[in-house]
């Protein structure tokens, strides 16, 4: 299960295997500048999920500076505004 879902996530470009050691030979899996993109939705999904769906033990993002749990929002750029508190409109492209 795991060995296909890495592949997926390289196959999708957001993961890349790179050697780490030559003797033995050895690879690991790191983020992609697409996966760096996305850790924020991820972010974002596991806290939905810890809000909505979660319980007993579960997986958290920790800081590690600090060691507190991250605790993501969305907000905008251009007003600084979290996303969800303002109204919002779709613009179809021309």
């Known amino acids: 299960m795991l060995t296909k879902r890495l592949a997926a996530l390289t ?23 697409a996966g760096l993109d996305y850790l924020p939705v991820l972010f974002m999904i596991g806290a939905w999920g810890r809000k909505h769906r979660g319980t007993g033990r579960l997986v958290r993002f920790v800081d590690v500076e600090n060691g507190t749990d991250i605790e993501p929002v969305a907000i905008d750029a251009v007003t600084g505004a979290a996303l969800g508190t303002r109204a919002i409109k779709l613009v179809n492209p021309d």
């Open 11 to 33: 196959e999708e470009k957001l993961l890349e295997k790179r050697q780490y050691s030559e003797r033995p030979p050895r690879e690991e899996y790191v983020l992609t500048a």
